[in-house]
């Protein structure tokens, strides 16, 4: 069964800080990679979708897949109170969001 | 913007009582999906329907059923509630092109309690 493991934390960060949020999927079709944000009591948000090696960055948001280590990641550049949520990963080994398997999520927290 | 609502934010059923969850998108999305989110399990696909009247099981359908009669709208049925059903309930919707299909958005949650 395809899995999608990250770091429960809590992690927490000063503000100001870049904030790193860590993903490792074990299925080596997976093609699509997500990451959603999600506040308390709210619902999924996506932030930034990668397919390829390598970095996307938007904005402050910055998401770097390696395919061979099967692994995503997201940096927060100049992490705000505002960014206090927990951070969802997913991936699809289609392009369909029918075969999204979800992560348990990160929580974040950044410290004022 | 792309709005799915959901009609409930909160309930509170007993067991054994049927549950309606009511969701509906007004973005004309061909893909609908119900997950369920539990603490430390993420989030898990009970149901999706790619069309009026489809449905495909998802991961954890046991103890559900859904319907759609109409495209915008995907209904969640919890035939006999039961305790373990208790948790937080998302509807979501994509669209059906290559480039929209698997970028979800999700309705604000239907908070569930079954006593």
């Known amino acids: 069964q395809k899995e999608v493991e990250q770091n429960s934390g809590p992690l927490s960060v000063p503000e100001g800080a870049i904030a790193s949020l860590n993903c490792t999927y074990s299925?080596?079709?997976?093609?699509?990679f997500f990451w959603y944000r999600q506040y308390s009591g709210k619902s999924p948000e996506l932030i930034m979708f990668i397919y390829s090696n390598g970095d996307k960055e938007d904005g402050r948001f910055t998401a770097q897949l390696n395919k061979a280590s099967q692994y995503v990641s997201l940096l927060i550049r100049d992490s705000q109170p505002s960014d206090s949520a927990t951070y969802l990963c997913?991936?699809?080994?289609?392009?369909?969001?029918?075969?999204?398997?979800f992560g348990s999520g990160t929580q974040l927290t950044v410290l004022p | 913007d792309v709005k799915v609502t959901q009609s409930s934010r909160y309930l509170v059923k007993r067991t054994g009582e049927k549950v309606f969850l009511e969701c509906v998108q007004d973005m004309d999305h061909e893909n609908m999906f119900w997950y369920r989110q539990d603490p430390g399990l993420g989030l898990r696909l009970i149901y999706f329907?790619?069309?009026?009247?489809?449905?495909e099981k998802g991961d954890i359908p046991e103890g559900y059923s859904v319907s759609r009669e109409k495209k915008e709208r995907f209904s969640l049925i919890l035939e006999s509630a039961s305790t373990n059903q208790t948790s937080m309930y998302l509807c979501?919707?994509?669209?059906?092109?290559?480039?929209?299909?698997?970028?979800?958005?999700f309705g604000a949650g239907s908070r569930l309690t079954v006593l």
């Open positions: 329907s790619y069309d009026v009247k489809m449905k």
């Open positions: 299925d080596r079709g997976s093609q699509s």
């Open positions: 979501a919707s994509t669209a059906g092109t290559a480039s929209g299909a698997n970028v979800l958005t």
């Open positions: 997913a991936d699809t080994d289609t392009g369909s969001a029918r075969q999204l398997t």
